[in-house]
């Protein structure tokens, strides 16, 4: 009788436990359905007409953070998108203040770009929507900026994770809330893999998003529509600068054509002779780096990302403590804008104010000295095209958190004449957009630091970075006054 009870009890437990998970997966299926039908709302729009306001940061202390409040015009076939900032508070150094205008040409696949005040004098400025400086703190730009690309977005988001909808409410009235979380891992962009969307029930119409990193409870980033009035009829002849009208441009960069002679991919030759294990070559590195106080090195960079082209040659002079380093550019060809502009170009950081100083080339020493936080995201990419990212210490961070180290393959290769080390290491899990999933590292077997680092595997599978150092010298005593080479 009581054997009789238990089985009773297990059953019922049982039939409770499945009961929940069809419940579960019940409201999960409804969830979904809903954003779906939120989602095909949204991609039915014509055009739409609204004023947002915006906020974004870097990182889990929001050292940096930028509010906007814009106004913005957007026809969604063929894309024509334009923007203007009425106003803006940062707390670094932001050049696109109130007054700001962009346009985003979807048959070009172009961004254009008036600036404000004084910087207005340089006219028409076009930039590829790939180009780091197009993006945003939290990687959108222009391009990703109407309510159906937003939203079409987050829908590839659901795909690589789960939807949940719940009641709630908005600047006290009801609205729908999805929250849709990726599985870990994987990312929207940047460091995003979590949103908050708020709907209005009945337009359906997103009236704000939340945008989370893995470790914050803050959103990173956040977009409320104030105003939106859709399907209005907007003509293309309405989406154009406002006081402008000549089409002049102070500044120009060369075609992908006239670079790409100039880049110059890593010769070497693999040899039959056997390698030691790459366990054993990383240790060496990671010895090596640790040792490491201060170097000058000269460098040189051949770089391929999507419609984007760069060859550089620098001279590069790094201190570990206090961390500086110096940055003086002596060749340069690029087919999208760079900030230090060109040749005879300067970049540091003081140690007195931990802040980059910018001297930069041609037209732009007209400018003078100028002054960042070195918190601005404007001067970091995850594209690998900034020579100063890649310094042996920063590199070493770069492989031991991201990279897997457990299958790292190694051979011995000739390289200038010389036999070195060559290290082939894949990234860790999903690799995000505009990001490296491949390094190669040639290392000097005296030294145990490498003389070439190539990346590859992006989401653009013809995109690589190249960068070889070369004369080479190891703690020799730096001053940042004195290294201006």
């Given at each position: 009788m009581i054997r009789r009870q238990k089985l009773k009890k297990i059953a019922y437990c049982l039939l409770c436990f499945v009961w929940l998970i069809a419940g579960s997966q019940a409201d999960e299926q409804n969830a979904w359905e809903k954003f779906q039908e939120v989602v095909e709302k949204v991609s039915s729009l014509k055009d739409c007409q609204v004023k947002f306001r915006s906020y974004s940061s870097t990182g889990k202390l929001q050292p940096l953070y930028l509010y906007t409040r814009q106004s913005a015009r957007y026809i969604r076939e063929p894309a024509l998108y334009y923007q203007k900032r009425l106003e803006v508070k940062a707390n670094y150094k932001e050049q696109a203040q109130a007054g700001f205008q962009e346009i985003y040409r979807g048959d070009m696949d172009l961004i254009e770009i008036l600036m404000p005040g004084a910087f207005r004098a340089l006219g028409l400025i076009k930039i590829f929507p790939e180009d780091p400086k197009a993006t945003g703190m939290n990687g959108g730009s222009l391009?990703?900026?109407?309510?159906?690309?937003?939203?079409?977005?987050?829908?590839?988001?659901?795909?690589?994770?789960?939807?949940?909808?719940?009641?709630?409410?908005?600047?006290?009235?009801?609205?729908?809330?999805?929250?849709?979380?990726?599985?870990?891992?994987?990312?929207?962009?940047?460091?995003?893999?979590?949103?908050?969307?708020?709907?209005?029930?009945?337009?359906?119409?997103?009236?704000?998003?939340?945008?989370y990193s893995p470790d914050t409870t803050e959103p990173m980033s956040w977009m409320e529509w104030d105003e939106m009035e859709v399907n209005t009829g907007l003509a293309p002849e309405q989406i154009k600068f406002e006081g402008f009208k000549s089409p002049f441009s102070m500044v120009s960069t060369p075609s992908a054509k006239d670079v790409e002679p100039l880049l110059k991919p890593i010769i070497r030759k693999r040899l039959s002779e056997h390698a030691p294990e790459a366990k054993s070559i990383l240790v060496s590195f990671n010895h090596a780096v640790d040792g490491i106080k201060s170097y000058r090195a000269d460098l040189r960079m051949s770089f391929r990302y999507l419609r984007l082209r760069l060859y550089r040659e620098d001279r590069f002079a790094y201190n570990r403590k206090p961390y500086w380093f110096m940055l003086v550019t002596e060749a340069q060809k690029a087919n999208y804008l760079l900030l230090n502009h060109s040749a005879g170009a300067q970049l540091w950081i003081d140690p007195k104010d931990n802040n980059f100083h910018l001297i930069g080339g041609g037209v732009q020493k007209l400018l003078g000295e100028q002054v960042f936080s070195s918190s601005d995201y404007k001067f970091y990419s995850s594209l690998g095209d900034n020579p100063y990212e890649l310094d042996f210490i920063k590199l070493q961070s770069l492989i031991q958190n991201h990279f897997d180290l457990s299958s790292a393959q190694a051979c011995i290769v000739d390289y200038q004449g010389k036999k070195m080390y060559e290290i082939k290491l894949l990234r860790a899990g999903e690799v995000p957009p505009r990001h490296p999933g491949k390094i190669n590292l040639i290392i000097d077997p005296e030294l145990n630091l490498p003389?070439?680092?190539?990346?590859?595997?992006?989401?653009?599978?013809?995109?690589?970075?190249?960068?070889?150092?070369?004369?080479?010298?190891?703690?020799?005593?730096?001053?940042?006054?004195?290294?201006?080479?």
């Open positions: 391009k990703s900026m109407a309510p159906w690309d937003a939203l079409n977005g987050f829908s590839r988001m659901a795909k690589l994770g789960s939807v949940e909808l719940k009641d709630a409410t908005l600047n006290g009235k009801p609205a729908l809330m999805f929250e849709i979380t990726q599985r870990p891992g994987t990312f929207y962009y940047g460091e995003i893999n979590r949103v908050r969307l708020y709907v209005e029930p009945e337009s359906l119409l997103p009236k704000r998003f939340e945008q003389r070439a680092i190539e990346f590859s595997a992006y989401d653009d599978p013809k995109a690589y970075m190249a960068m070889t150092i070369d004369n080479l010298r190891l703690n020799i005593p730096l001053k940042p006054t004195e290294s201006k080479f």
